[in-house]
């Protein structure tokens, strides 16, 4: 475990601040504003009764609302601190998991139980090692109201990422900071990291995880109302993909179209992003750019749309799409028999 006295559990940095609340010394991460607790009070968690707060319906409906898309049928889920397995069943309710299993220590797992397809009693790391829990089998790993309670979250994150498959997603909920809006710091006595966006962010970084949604302001309780919502993914590797903008469904019946607008967007766009063997040519109104290539296509003016009809016209525009169409509305309309517009492909 990092020492909080020389760097900072989240993001590494050196030498956090030193800080002394209720008599308990913790530090403060000038770099990315992390706080953790240096004089830690033994708990036990075994003996405590987990999950008597944030199981209102409107709580765990806002946790599934946010994970959203990341959550469908057919996924494998897995729960570290279920709790009484609320959320599991809140998201069972939406779709038809192929498994949701938990982790939970508390006597409330025997409820959670009963709404899980399993639930162990071991950490994810000892599960991992023993190949109880498999490496790449979950498409989601949640974590609700637990790191926090870790002395180190990062040891979780690092098995939390070796559980998920290579293109799931992670969901984490931790306090806010202090947690609740008027109060500026939280001595819950068995919160040992007290995250915010920007710890938790770097934190998960760190792991080659991206936050691609975060959220905060999320109620748990009253205690916790101000409550930070994560989801994280690995890291995407920058790479062209021709088929993320040609490969559109209202591209699917066009064989070949005719490219309007032969400017930047070639090279930011379609470059990258578009097959050019579905291209015919290019029109553009730009004189200088008339007569040249590009991608291997010819670029011409517009009036060259006249000399075949069916076309199928591509608006590689998103500052003049609607005088493109105007203008293919006034002068090409016999020749023109669809327009498909940038902005639809991205959409
Ligand atoms: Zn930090």
Redesign the pocket.
């Known amino acids: 475990m990092p020492d909080p006295l020389r760097c900072?559990a989240?993001?590494g940095?050196p030498t956090p601040e030193i800080v002394v609340l209720g008599g308990l010394r913790r530090s403060r991460?000038l770099?990315?504003h992390?706080s953790q607790r240096i004089d830690v009070e033994t708990f036990d968690y075994a003996g405590f009764a987990m999950g008597a707060t944030g199981a209102a319906p409107e709580r765990v409906a806002a946790q599934a609302d946010f994970i959203g898309a990341e959550a469908f049928a057919g996924a494998r889920a897995l729960e570290i601190g279920c709790a009484a397995g609320d959320l599991a069943q809140e998201l069972r309710r939406r779709f038809a998991f192929a498994a949701y299993h938990g982790i939970e220590f508390s006597p409330a797992r025997d409820v959670a139980a009963r709404r899980l397809d399993r639930v162990f009693s071991a950490s994810l790391e000892d599960l991992l090692a023993s190949g109880e829990v498999q490496a790449e089998t979950y498409d989601l790993v949640l974590s609700s109201h637990c790191l926090e309670h870790l002395e180190d979250p990062s040891v979780l994150i690092a098995a939390m990422k070796q559980a998920m498959k290579p293109g799931g997603s992670i969901f984490i909920e931790t306090p806010n900071g202090g947690g609740h809006p008027r109060l500026s710091f939280d001595d819950n006595r068995t919160h040992l990291h007290f995250f915010c966006a920007s710890?938790l962010t770097?934190l998960l970084a760190r792991h080659g995880l991206e936050s691609f949604k975060v959220e905060t302001g999320g109620r748990l309780d009253a205690r916790y109302s101000d409550s930070l919502r994560l989801l994280a993914r690995p890291l995407r590797t920058f790479a062209p993909d021709p088929s993320a903008l040609s490969g559109h469904p209202l591209l699917a019946r066009t064989d070949r179209l005719v490219v309007w607008g032969a400017g930047r967007m070639v090279d930011e766009m379609l470059a990258h992003f578009f097959d050019a063997a579905r291209i015919a040519f290019f029109v553009d109104k730009d004189e200088r750019k008339q007569g040249g290539l590009r991608l291997g296509r010819p670029v011409k003016a517009p009036h060259a749309i006249d000399t075949g009809e069916g076309w199928t016209v591509l608006i590689n525009s998103i500052e003049n799409e609607q005088a493109i169409r105007e203008e293919i509305a006034t002068r090409f309309y016999r020749r023109v028999c669809r327009v498909i517009a940038l902005s639809e492909l991205l959409d």
Do not use: K
Request: charged residues 10%; positive net charge; aromatic residues 0%.
């Open positions: 900072c989240a993001c940095s991460c770099s990315c992390h710890s770097r």
